[in-house]
């Protein structure tokens, strides 16, 4: 399977511990994005990387949330110090970077707080 | 906020077709039409997209009317299988934005 994938794809930690979500993208792709969804909402922009450089982190819901991807090629996504509102899936995708390329979404990683 | 309108949910009887609409009247010169679809706990799943001209492939057909204001996607014979959440999203997605910014959709339910 060559789309993009995610690990783990299910996740339940306790409040206050940490969690790091593992995204690799399509091969050729060097855009690579990070999406939250919550329950009967649409998917929200939370980060994206060109290559190695994080271009928008604005959308990073607070400073407990952190993203990496240090060769320009899987990326990791961090929850410090979780909370009860951080439960919801962690969508990544990836693309090329050329004016109306298609951005393909992983299956997502779920995350319940309890 | 998303920059598309789209029906809350709609009903089609399964190996009709179904017409699913959206209307992007704000849209920009250099933004494309994309639909992705979204089936339960999975992740968003890339149907179709185009600039200015009427588009097909395997999945579906997407109808673009000529001053770009709405579109229509068209599943020509819908299955069970075809049951999920439809969204319409206008951007580049290239040179020129970074992002996707999904609405709430369509929830289609294709009846048997």
């Known amino acids: 399977d060559t789309g993009v994938s995610q690990d783990p794809r299910h996740k339940i930690t306790k409040r206050g511990q940490n969690v790091t979500f593992r995204c690799d993208p399509i091969?050729?792709?060097?855009?690579l994005y990070w999406y939250r969804q919550t329950l009967g909402q649409g998917p929200e922009f939370l980060t994206y990387?060109?290559?190695?450089?994080?271009?928008?982190k604005s959308r990073l819901l607070s400073d407990r949330f952190s993203a990496e991807r240090p060769k320009g090629s899987f990326s990791t996504l961090e929850i410090q110090r979780t909370e009860q509102g951080d439960s919801a899936m962690y969508l990544c995708?990836?693309?090329?970077?050329?004016?109306?390329?298609?951005?393909?979404f992983g299956e997502g990683s779920w995350l319940t707080v309890v | 906020d998303a920059k598309t309108t789209q029906p809350p949910s709609m009903d089609c009887a399964e190996g009709r077709a179904a017409n699913l609409p959206c209307n992007h009247s704000?849209?920009?010169?250099?933004?494309?039409v994309y639909w992705y679809r979204q089936i339960h706990s999975q992740g968003p799943q890339y149907i179709i997209h185009?600039?200015?001209n009427n588009e097909t492939n395997e999945m579906a057909s997407l109808i673009i009317t000529e001053d770009r204001k709405s579109s229509t996607l068209i599943l020509p014979h819908a299955t069970l299988r075809d049951t999920a959440v439809y969204y319409c999203?206008?951007?580049?997605?290239?040179?020129?934005?970074?992002?996707?910014?999904f609405g709430k959709g369509t929830k289609l339910s294709v009846i048997p």
């Open positions: 990387f060109q290559n190695e450089a994080q271009l928008e």
């Open positions: 704000t849209i920009s010169g250099n933004e494309y």
């Open positions: 995708a990836s693309s090329r970077a050329d004016s109306g390329n298609t951005i393909y």
């Open positions: 091969s050729e792709h060097n855009r």
């Open positions: 185009g600039l200015k």
């Open positions: 999203i206008v951007s580049d997605s290239g040179a020129g934005s970074y992002q996707l910014t």
